[in-house]
């Protein structure tokens, strides 16, 4: 299956539905910081867990390819692994593709995983500040808030949008194009769509290459100054919660908006106004 190469956001504003919880949010508002997810937390059990489906092994040229993959990156990444080990492995799988095959769909799957956990952090956001369902499964039922955040910055100026797919996408273990590089982390099922999801992507206490323009620390990312444009408070949030975050925005000293999520009477439908 191909894949459509990711797109950046020409958004201004993308947002980030969340609980009521005033400790977390007061790290927000307050000190700046945001908290970038371990993919190993999301929800979804596919999501960022690539499936790489070699091309047919018995060909000669496909075969050498893969190995020569497989080769290097044992050098590369398993230093406990000799120059002797390697070469006999190869000669083993090189006379066995229905085993190489298997080791591809299976162990180094799997290692992907758990390179992408290690290594990667995202912060999910969405292009609507008004989608009942996201409300619903992110925002406390409508108890908590949707943060704001504008894109002209270094934050969020290189937020991807997320590929819906109804088919599982397959990627090439060897290519090094720019889908097969960020594919597996933007593609969900279809069944997600609704979310109208954009990522920013960093890197857990390394230094960015290509994408990955930012890095947190401990999964947290100092905001800068005016990236954060409003808060915006679900239809049943509770008074207590509206000047709790009222006063933080005032300890702050940042220029935020409070605005407010209105149920429409006559309609399946919410408003966003001034609070």
Not at 27 to 45: E, G, K, V
Not at 164 to 180: G, K, T
Request: aromatic share 10%.
């Amino acid at each position: 299956m191909n894949v459509t190469l990711p797109v950046h956001t020409n958004l201004k504003r993308l947002y980030h539905y969340q609980g009521s919880d005033i400790d977390r949010l007061r790290t927000i508002i307050c000190d700046r910081l945001l908290y970038f997810s371990n993919p190993a937390q999301f929800n979804d059990p596919w999501d960022c867990k690539p499936f790489f489906s070699p091309p047919d092994l018995s060909n000669s040229s496909a075969m050498e390819s893969h190995l020569i993959w497989y080769a290097e990156n044992t050098r590369r990444h398993r230093r406990d692994v000799s120059e002797e080990q390697i070469l006999k492995r190869l000669i083993e799988l090189r006379n066995s593709p229905l085993q190489f095959r298997a080791i591809i769909e299976n162990e180094i799957n799997t290692a992907m995983s758990t390179m992408i956990s290690d290594r990667f952090r995202i912060y999910c956001l969405s292009a609507l500040p008004d989608q009942e369902l996201m409300w619903a499964h992110y925002a406390s039922k409508h108890s908590g808030v949707c943060l704001e955040f504008a894109t002209e910055n270094e934050d969020f100026c290189g937020a991807i949008k997320v590929l819906y797919s109804s088919d599982l996408p397959f990627y090439d273990l060897i290519s090094d194009n720019e889908e097969n590089n960020i594919g597996p982390l933007i593609s969900k099922s279809a069944a997600w769509s609704y979310e109208e999801e954009y990522r920013a992507f960093a890197l857990e206490g390394l230094q960015p290459f290509k994408h990955m323009m930012l890095t947190t620390n401990n999964s947290h990312r100092k905001l800068l100054d005016g990236t954060l444009r409003a808060v915006i408070l679900g239809c049943l949030v509770n008074e207590s919660l509206v000047h709790s975050i009222r006063a933080l925005i005032e300890q702050s000293g940042q220029s935020i908006q409070l605005k407010r999520a209105i149920r429409i009477k006559n309609k399946y439908q919410l408003a966003i106004t001034d609070a």
